[in-house]
Nanobody, 126 residues
Framework: QVQLVESGGGLVQAGGSLRLSCAAS????????MGWFRQAPGNEREFVAR????????YYADSVKGRFTISRDNANKMVYLQMNSLKHEDTAIYYC???????????????????WGQGTQVSVSS
């Protein structure tokens, strides 16, 4: 079992930056790929980024590629999402997620994830 707690959200102007953190508990953290998803009001939860168990492989949604960076620190059981050049359309609740069913590289499919945090709100003013 893995428990995930996100932090770092807030209100920022368009063009600004935020760094989200996800703290994990459980002995199996380093054996699970990790993902970030987001959900805006009225929309389905959508994939943002994922990172492999070692951190050596990452993958991004086209909408955030070149602006967001996912990273992980297995020693401290942390996952991060650095968000630069934020746009109004990035406004959403952001969730980190994990699980044992995806293999080392993770998945862009939210149904492959078993563990979710409570989310952190990111609001970008235009």
């Amino acid at each position: 079992q893995v428990q995930l707690v996100e932090s770092g959200g807030g209100l920022v102007q368009a063009g600004g930056s935020l760094r989200l953190s996800c703290a994990a508990s459980g002995r199996t953290f380093s054996t699970y790929a990790m993902g970030w998803f987001r959900q805006a009001p009225g929309n389905e939860r959508e994939f943002v980024a994922r990172i492999s168990t070692s951190g050596g492989s990452t993958y991004y949604a086209d909408s955030v590629k070149g602006r967001f960076t996912i990273s992980r620190d297995n020693a401290n059981k942390m996952v991060y999402l650095q968000m630069n050049s934020l746009k109004h359309e990035d406004t959403a609740i952001y969730y980190c997620a994990s699980g044992p069913r995806m293999g080392s590289f993770g998945s862009s499919n939210r149904y492959q994830y078993d563990y979710w945090g409570q989310g952190t709100q990111v609001s970008v003013s235009s």
